[in-house]
């Protein structure tokens, strides 16, 4: 909506205009004058030296006074004023050529003020930051206790308005849980407030939603728009990058209140710091977020040219407000910023380890990343722990152990057999495994030695192939790979030590039958392995495939079957290594058992599970009653793997255990910096990456702000540049922080553009304000949640939406804050309130991206390597938006649809779209049809034996959080009885309907009266006050 | 099929007594009205949609609607538009380096460059006598309906940044691609489809790169100028089918009981966006209605099918986009682009180009003699060419990316039918005369549009932002008719 031209045109002049209606208000340079010199004569008059006519610039006061523009002994004869007034087209100013013209307005604020004296002023957002008295207003009794309130109602009665009331305390309720956590409440919640609605039970209510974890995620997010944080790299393949340990890293920063001026340092330098932790590590991710690429082809010099350029630009928006990127070409046009400020940032990065194209290519050779393909990781990674995989794990072994503490033996004489047996192999092998005896030969075509430590080694030119006997049931096998001396200690034939594939193959020999069996493999791992990578992540464990690790060291891979295989006399174990004759020494190995820890297959160990499992049940311990199962959890789950007991206990369990392998021990890579040698960076001329000319530039602040001491002339570093940023006389960082933490909370920051703090940009509406405000953010210690509990708690944040047509007409944009602005949810909290009210909403915080149904096909012109999006489980197909898979080449639909940025480049201030794609996703998406299912069983499971009016009552709490009037119930009564004819006379589309998506949430009901209700809930599910807060 | 009654009546169908009685104002009824029959009213060339900003337009408009038929990857000019017998004659032979010296170059820096003459054969077509190479000959069949430009340049050598570049006229992110800058000057001529349309299709001869959705964001734009992208196969828009166990006239009953609360709402409190969300609603309802009837190709006759070379319409071709297309354009969509990815011929281009032309030059001349034969290729403007073009080194059996020279043509709505404009040297390395920029382009296809570079422009960080960029642009007054 901001950008729409006319209604731009019209809302940024109001403040000025105030000054400008009244003759003889005395013109103030930042408000009013700076704005129209800015937008008409700076492009030819000002700092950029390049395009300046005539010497004059109009930007500095000496100069414009020694030009002759503005004429001190005789202010009416300034040649400013000629000129502007001229009607010749060849004396005027702006000239007609420039496609710039002056209003009446606008020329009559600079005749003003020149009149007035021509007194320049500081620009507002680069003048030193001092704390301005809070305005003396109203009677001792009754004078605001919030500052802010005192600021605000200063300009409102200045004006002569009245400020809107308080919004009712339903409303309050909502607006705080959205604006804090980005969720609903709960009726319950309100209700409660509603019953004792007074100051201090709402300053709980803010502490208590500040304590939230959700409070986090709601604050990350607009965190993530400005630092441009996404899944993927961007350009052209638009690869995966390993970055979501980062993204948690801010969520938990904002939850534990870190103090702004570290969540700077550590995320621009936090690898510079001394010994710095794993997590400051993670949060220098940040320098890494620029979009990256490895197309073929692709100059290394030109992509470090524009990574370069996104640093500085993301630096600039997310910390000084202001637009440095203008600088990469020419001198900036309004701003002080020049060319070499622009270069001076970028040089504080020089010393990122990184590459221009993330490939080895033949034109473009890259040594350090030999071997690279399209599904390689984008270095330097770090691994990090995530609280989100370890809390995982620990509840799927819950599960498991859920699924097997239920379990019942059904026959106590097969599980004491079983025992036995086992206790038996483990007296003879009390590590697990029994080393196996090669049968002769396969055709007397083998020829192999075996050696006295029961290895078999192979020469020659002959295929690693054997059989052997094991009689008994095998649930894994385990294959050493060893080095011999005779082959210079390397375990390759040849003698070398480069790594070497082999893709053992399994199967088995039945006696007299001439087909081999093959045996499925349910998981695999190796000690030692070349790492092998699926779209830029490691995989877990090895497939059937096994690329060895160089060095020639020993290896040893594990492989638990799919299912125990139970071996008769004559039968035998054909091994296949596939290996192109490399393997040199190896030792096969067999077990009835499978290893305890699917997390670790290759440390197989005679533990706990082997000792418990050989404990016969004599069915008269104490609990025998209450647990007729044998033993312990951990021998029944030895039972239940390795017997074959119950196939289908067992594919329960091993589809968990594949969910555990996938939570990697739960430490993921995360994309960080590492320091090294800075590259040299030299000032491009017109951004030309190839012109070599330019003066070399240290690293530098913007030459017109305060500088950071350095007396020893050292190079600057990154760590200097983020204490130069949150260090008291910086005048940008807090004003910009706060502006952007306002907007959060009233829809449009104090300087409407916070994105521009420059002289393009909007001058701020209560100056006065936006300083306390930071003052105070800096003086607190960079107090976050202080700030925001500031804000919340006062009255200016509490006024109610609506007001008088008065006060609509005289201030039309708001700029008075006399009320509150209405504000539609952004992408992700569409999903969230939607998700919330279904009570589908998963609560889960952190861990990898998240993929929600998306559309057949979405991906389809992404390449290198080809995308195929799979849904994610239903175990994670309800979390918040925060956490979906962030694609920066087709950013997920339902997102892209509600104004999420793609986060290619840094955003401060996202669109406020309302378009017919927006009423497609809510009506169509199978995501919100399912949510509408849910929510209906959800009212109908509550309510089903009530009246249909207070169904729709108790939907309204839900959704609306407040009570439907007669007019809404009445239309809704009369919808649900057409709907339910509709579906009563097509019971198959009812359950089409109800089927719909994974959550399977109307289960037991009524499926014409849920379908029907699924279209009442869909009507809620879209209505525009759902998706707005007010 | 959907002729429904118009939202007012729809609402008021169950009772009007009882909404109004219980307080559904005058404010919002009269507001609603305003929404769903605005425009129509309005003097000028369109009697429907959106008015766009540039109102009334600079100059008389010649094209009202521009069909872009983008070979992405970047198709060989030299096996094309550009005949070079010289480079032919010193095949294998090595490069001059006094061309290539200091020059940027793709996947063949660190290499020795040898030329590598055309594989294709080139011939003189129509009274025109332009030269088209054989593996166009349905294109050369039309010779003197368009004009080739072989002097175009652009300022990006690799896929993702000259896709930017040719759409926006910046390599910086969050610019408006110029589908949008188009529908945001020209406004929009139609109710119930987008104003900007993209559809992608993918060559099975290889030389297929990605491309981002990125190509067609509005940018800085208001998120109504962002181009929606055609499935090409399925459903053509995203969510635009009813839910599983929902039909039509459902749907029309949630849709109405939205606008219905939505309405009530609305006189009650003071919300500016509630007006806009229930014409949305309305909108998005009748492009629900409206694009089954689009994506249905059953009232296309058989020779149709046959003259854009359509084995089964909607499968996904680029024929079947090209028919698309021209539905589209009868339904007055303002910018249509497609996408054909399969130009970039690194390698074995005498194998795989034929494939990739096969694709797409039927389809393509299908198109413009449709257009034409409708009456509409007066002011429709049809425009060829890739995001760059390919070297006249070899780089073994194929081609690298080019950005100094390459070809593109054009034809329709406003332009100068039958000519050859700019020439290159005899190498095709180099433009000799009458270069055009990618801003040029830009430029001319505004024009062509009625709208002056200059005074076109939209505000963002302080700047006014333009698609021709801060340099200045020319238009190129020779190939406009």
Not at chain 1, 16 to 45: E, M
Not at chain 1, 593 to 621: C, I, R, W, Y
Not at chain 1, 663 to 684: A, D, Q
Not at chain 1, 900 to 912: F, G, K, L, Q
Request: with cysteine; hydrophobic share 35%; proline share 6%.
């Amino acid at each position: 909506m901001r950008f729409c031209i006319p209604w731009v045109i019209l809302t940024l002049l109001p403040q000025t205009t105030v000054a400008r209606q009244q003759p003889d208000s005395i013109v103030q340079f930042n408000r009013d004058v700076r704005p129209v010199l800015s937008d008409k004569c700076y492009f030819c008059h000002g700092p950029d030296p390049a395009q300046r006519e005539a010497g004059l610039r109009l930007d500095i006061r000496e100069v414009a006074v020694e030009q002759g523009a503005i004429d001190e002994d005789d202010w009416e004869n300034s040649l400013l004023l000629e000129r502007i007034q001229s009607d010749d087209p060849d004396f005027q100013m702006p000239p007609p050529d420039s496609n710039k013209s002056l209003s009446d307005l606008e020329r009559d604020v600079l005749t003003r003020w020149i009149q007035q004296g021509a007194l320049y002023q500081a620009h507002w957002s680069y003048a030193p930051l001092a704390r301005p008295d809070i305005p003396d207003i109203g009677s001792a009794e009754n004078r605001p206790a919030n500052p802010i309130d005192a600021f605000v109602l200063k300009g409102i009665s200045d004006s002569s308005q009245t400020p809107a009331p308080r919004a009712d305390s339903k409303t309050l309720v909502r607006r705080l849980s959205m604006d804090l956590l980005g969720l609903p409440p709960k009726w319950d919640e309100v209700s409660e407030f509603v019953n004792d609605d007074n100051d201090a039970s709402w300053l709980r209510k803010v502490d208590e939603y500040l304590a939230q974890p959700q409070y986090g995620e709601r604050m990350a997010s607009p965190w993530l728009d400005v630092v441009r944080y996404a899944d993927t790299v961007g350009f052209h393949g638009d690869q995966n990058q390993n970055a979501w340990a980062y993204r948690d890293w801010a969520i938990r920063a904002f939850n534990e209140n870190k103090r702004f001026d570290e969540f700077t340092i550590e995320q621009l330098a936090g690898d510079l710091l001394p010994s710095p932790t794993t997590d400051q590590l993670v949060a220098t991710c940040f320098n890494r977020l620029n979009m990256m690429t490895r197309e073929g082809g692709a100059q290394p010099g030109e992509y470090l040219a524009k990574y370069f350029a996104d640093r500085v630009r993301t630096v600039s928006t997310a910390w000084l407000g202001s637009t440095m990127g203008c600088a990469e070409c020419h001198d900036h046009k309004y701003d002080p910023f020049t060319s070499r400020d622009f270069y001076s940032m970028g040089a504080f990065f020089a010393d990122v380890q990184q590459w221009g194209v993330y490939n080895d290519y033949a034109y473009t050779p890259n040594p350090d990343l030999r071997g690279f393909n399209n599904d390689y990781p984008f270095p330097p990674e770090i691994e990090t722990e995530s609280a989100f995989l370890i809390g995982r794990i620990d509840s799927l072994r819950q599960e498991q152990n859920e699924l097997v503490g239920k379990y019942q033996v059904t026959s106590l004489d097969g599980f004491n057999d079983w025992a036995g047996k086992i206790r038996e192999f483990l007296t003879q092998h009390p590590d697990g495994w029994e080393i196996a005896t090669p049968w002769t030969a396969v055709d007397g075509q083998l020829e192999y030695s075996r050696q006295i430590d029961g290895s078999i080694v192979f020469s020659g030119d002959n295929a690693t192939e054997l059989e052997l006997i094991q009689p008994g049931t095998i649930a894994s096998v385990r294959i050493e790979l060893l080095p011999s001396a005779e082959q210079g200690d390397s375990i390759r034939r040849d003698g070398k030590l480069d790594p070497f594939d082999l893709n053992p193959l399994i199967r088995i020999r039945r006696n007299g039958i001439e087909e081999l069996e093959t045996i499925p493999i349910h998981l695999a791992d190796a000690d030692r392995k070349t790492l092998d990578y699926a779209n830029g992540f490691a995989m877990s464990g090895i497939t059937s495939g096994w690329r060895t690790a160089a060095g020639g060291m020993p290896h040893t891979g594990v492989y638990v079957f799919r299912s125990p295989i139970r071996l008769n006399d004559g039968d035998r174990v054909h091994l296949d290594c596939r290996d192109n004759k490399q393997v040199s020494g190896i030792r096969v190995s067999f077990s009835p058992l499978v290893p305890n820890d699917t997390n670790d297959l290759h440390q197989m160990k005679s533990d706990a599970l082997f000792a418990g499992a050989g404990g016969e049940h004599d069915g008269t311990s104490s609990n025998a009653q209450s647990d007729p199962v044998p033993g312990d959890t951990w021998q029944r789950m030895a039972y239940v793997r390795s017997s074959g007991s119950d196939i289908e206990l067992l594919k329960q369990l091993q589809a968990i255990d594949q969910e555990i392998v996938n939570c990697r021990h739960g430490k993921t890579p995360v994309l960080t910096t590492k320091s090294i040698e800075p590259s040299e960076t030299r000032i491009l001329s017109r951004g030309n990456w190839q012109d070599t000319s330019g003066e070399i530039v240290a690293p530098a602040v913007p030459h017109f702000l305060p500088q950071p001491g350095n007396d020893d002339g050292r190079r600057l570093t990154r760590l200097d540049l983020a204490r130069w940023l949150v260090a008291d006389d910086n005048p940008l960082v807090a004003r910009v922080v706060m502006n952007r933490l306002w907007q959060q909370f009233f829809g449009q920051g104090l300087s409407a553009r916070s994105d521009d703090f420059g002289a393009q940009g909007a001058s701020p509406t209560h100056p006065e304000l936006l300083d306390w405000l930071a003052s105070e953010f800096r003086e607190s210690g960079w107090d976050v949640k202080h700030m925001v509990r500031l804000i919340v708690t006062s009255e200016t944040y509490r006024r109610s939406t609506q007001s008088n047509s008065d006060l609509l007409t005289a201030d039309a944009d708001n700029q008075l804050l006399a009320r509150q602005r209405p504000r539609r949810l952004s992408a992700e909290m569409v999903r969230d309130n939607g998700l919330a009210i279904a009570g589908l909403l998963q609560a889960d915080s952190g861990g990898p991206p998240i993929k929600p149904y998306q559309p057949t096909g979405y991906y389809a012109n992404l390449q290198f390597p080809d995308r195929r999006y799979e849904d994610s489980p239903v175990r994670d197909q309800f979390r918040r938006g925060i956490y979906m898979h962030w694609q920066r080449a087709f950013l997920h639909p339902m997102l892209a649809n509600f104004d999420a940025p793609s986060r290619e480049d840094c955003i401060a201030m996202r669109n406020e779209a309302n378009n017919p794609q927006q009423a497609l996703t809510l009506l169509n998406d199978p995501a919100f049809v399912e949510m509408s299912v849910a929510f209906a069983a959800r009212v109908l499971k509550a309510k089903g034996e009530e009246s249909v009016e207070s169904q729709i009552q108790f939907a309204y709490q839900c959704a609306l959080l407040r009570e439907p009037n007669e007019m809404e119930t009445g239309s809704l009564v009369y919808l649900l009885d057409e709907l339910k004819a509709v579906y009563d006379a097509d019971r198959d589309a009812a359950k089409a309907l109800i089927d719909t998506g994974l959550s399977m949430s109307g289960n037991g009901l009524d499926p014409v009266l849920l379908a029907a209700w699924a279209n009442v809930c869909r009507v809620i599910l879209n209505l525009h006050e759902t998706i707005t807060r007010y | 099929m959907w002729n429904e009654p118009t939202t007012i009546n729809r609402l008021n169908r169950r009772s009007f007594l009882q909404n109004s009685a219980l307080g559904m104002g005058g404010i919002a009824l009269s507001q609603l009205m305003a929404s769903t029959v605005s425009a129509s009213t309005r003097g000028g060339v369109p009697d429907v949609g959106v008015p766009g900003m540039i109102n009334p337009l600079h100059f008389p408009a010649k094209a009202r609607r521009i069909i872009h038929l983008c070979m992405a990857g970047g198709p060989s000019q030299i096996e094309s538009f550009d005949e070079k017998p010289v480079l032919t004659e010193q095949n294998g032979q090595p490069f001059p380096d006094s061309l290539t010296a200091g020059q940027q170059l793709a996947q063949l820096q660190n290499t020795r460059l040898v030329s590598l003459g055309s594989f294709a054969k080139f011939a003189k077509h129509g009274q025109s006598q332009q030269a088209i190479s054989e593996l166009f000959p349905y294109t050369a069949r039309m010779a003197d309906r368009i004009c080739i430009v072989r002097s175009m340049q652009t300022e990006q050598i690799n896929h993702d940044p000259a896709q930017a570049f040719m759409n926006s006229g910046s390599i910086l992110k969050g610019r408006p691609s110029m589908g949008s800058w188009l529908t945001y000057g020209l406004g929009v001529e139609t109710e119930n489809l987008p104003g900007f349309i993209v559809l992608v299709s993918q060559s099975s001869g290889g030389g297929a790169q990605p491309i981002s959705a990125r190509q067609w964001s509005a940018g800085f734009l208001p998120g109504k100028y962002q181009g929606v992208q055609f499935q090409s196969r399925g459903d053509a828009v995203h969510y635009i089918g009813n839910p599983e166990g929902v039909c039509q006239s459902t749907q029309r009953l949630v849709v109405d009981e939205i606008n219905r609360l939505n309405g009530m709402l609305a006189g009650q409190v003071h919300d500016p966006e509630l007006t806009t969300r229930i014409a949305q609603y309305e909108m998005a309802f009748q492009m629900q209605s409206s694009i089954p009837e689009l994506s249905d190709f059953a009232n296309e006759d058989a020779s149709t099918l046959d003259a854009y070379g359509i084995k089964e319409p909607g499968d996904g071709s680029f024929a079947s986009n090209c028919l698309m297309a021209r539905r589209l354009a009868e339904r007055g969509v303002r910018f249509i682009q497609l996408y054909h990815r399969g130009w970039d011929h690194h390698g074995d281009i005498d194998k795989s180009m034929p494939i990739t032309a096969k694709e797409t030059d039927q389809a393509c001349w299908a198109l413009v003699e449709d257009l034409a034969q409708r009456g509409m290729l007066d002011d429709t403007l049809v425009i060829w060419g890739g995001e760059f073009g390919r070297t006249p080194m070899g780089q073994g059996s194929g081609r690298d990316h080019h950005i100094q020279a390459f070809s593109i043509w054009m034809t329709g709505g406003g332009i100068r039918p039958g000519i050859t404009y700019g020439t290159t040297d005899e190498f095709s390395y180099r433009v000799a005369e009458n270069p055009v920029t990618m801003h040029d382009l830009h430029a001319t296809i505004l024009r062509l549009c009625g709208i002056d570079h200059e005074r076109f422009s939209a505000r963002f960080q302080g700047l006014d932002a333009k698609l021709t960029g801060v340099e200045k642009a020319n238009v190129v007054e020779a190939i406009i008719a």
